[in-house]
């Protein structure tokens, strides 16, 4: 594994969505590591993770609590939260606990991409 290349966990648990997800990160020179739980990501090497794409509501544990787990473990990992039941409660909790974007599903291609840029930079897609 390329460690200068940035790694996007994708934290899913629909199959179509976490696959699209991974096709789009690869498209911009990103390697991605998926997850279908937020369970799953917390059990995994975080170490080379350069950011998280996490959706709201998964069996488990949800996108807020994974966050504020990671929160509560000192973490500084840039967190994207995407849901398709946003409400403004969700919105403020999950900004303010330092999500860098709270996207709405269906969120556009272009709208992921905006957010990874404010994080990593210029990407090549």
Known sequence: MNLKVPLVAIVE???LLLSAT???IRSLGL???PFRSA???LEAPQEAVGCIISDLHMPGMTGLELQETLNAQGS???FILVTAYATEQTRSRALANGAHCFLEKPCTA???VECLERIFGPLDG
């Open 22 to 24: 991974a096709s789009l």
């Open 39 to 41: 369970l799953d990501f």
């Open 13 to 15: 648990d629909d199959e």
């Open 110 to 112: 272009d709208a992921l």
């Open 76 to 78: 500084q990992i840039p």
């Open 31 to 33: 390697m991605s590591a």
